[in-house]
């Protein structure tokens, strides 16, 4: 069993900065693709990064150079620095981890809980 964990998200004013964390625990083998997503209050949920076993990133045209995705194979932990938050950046983010359990080439999709991140004054 695989658990993904996120922490970080809270209230933060317009131009401010959060810092997300998410972190995977249980019968990992090896972890892929680490990612970010996020749902805005009424809308779908969003793809907003990607970072790859190799650490190769790729972001959402919305969030090119305020966010950073960034990995720590050691923790089995995904970043999200988020700088210059906009109110349009309120939504619940959700980390995703594409995971290796045992030495079989099968991966699965795991999904964090999801954290709340509000950008208002």
């Known amino acids: 069993q695989v658990q993904l964990v996120e922490s970080g998200g809270g209230l933060v004013q317009p131009g401010g900065s959060l810092r997300l964390s998410c972190a995977a625990s249980?019968?990992?083998?090896?972890?892929?693709?680490m990612g970010w997503y996020r749902q805005p209050p009424g809308r779908q949920r969003e793809w907003l990064a990607t970072i790859t076993s190799g650490s190769s990133t790729n972001y959402e045209d919305s969030v090119k150079g305020r966010f950073t995705i960034s990995r720590d194979n050691a923790k089995n932990t995904v970043y999200l620095q988020m700088n210059s938050l906009k109110p349009e950046d309120t939504a619940i983010y959700y980390c995703q981890m594409i995971i290796q359990t045992t030495q079989q080439p099968v991966t699965f999709r795991y999904w964090g809980q999801g954290t709340q991140v509000t950008v208002s004054s």
């Open positions: 249980g019968s990992i083998f090896n972890i892929n693709a």
